[in-house]
């Protein structure tokens, strides 16, 4: 392990400008308004998208969600194909996308 002889004194830091400082606030204000207004935006796309959808669920119950059963005849719809397969491509998706993510961000 070497020693250091060196002499020289530390430097101190520099002190930022008050102009600095209050635009570092400022944005720091500024982002945490977005981030509220991003979490509001998505409660009300939420809300608008479950009141919508009450006339549906009043007319077919839950049972929609867990039914693979589709029949233009009888008035009877489930969901449950096409949710599995939302699933399914969002998770081959997201196994494409990860390593080729962290490769991009690693190198």
Known sequence: MAISTDKRPAQMPRQRSVLARQLDAGFVRLT??????????LLVIAAKVGL??????????????????????????GALPQIYGTLISSTIALALALPIGLGVSIF
Do not use: E
């Not at 945490?32 to 935006?41: D, K, Y």
């Open 52 to 77: 919508d959808s009450m006339p549906a669920v009043g007319k077919l119950g839950l049972g929609f969600l867990t039914s693979g059963k589709w029949s233009l005849d009888t008035d009877t719809y």
């Open 32 to 41: 945490g308004v977005f981030g509220v207004g991003v979490a509001l935006l």
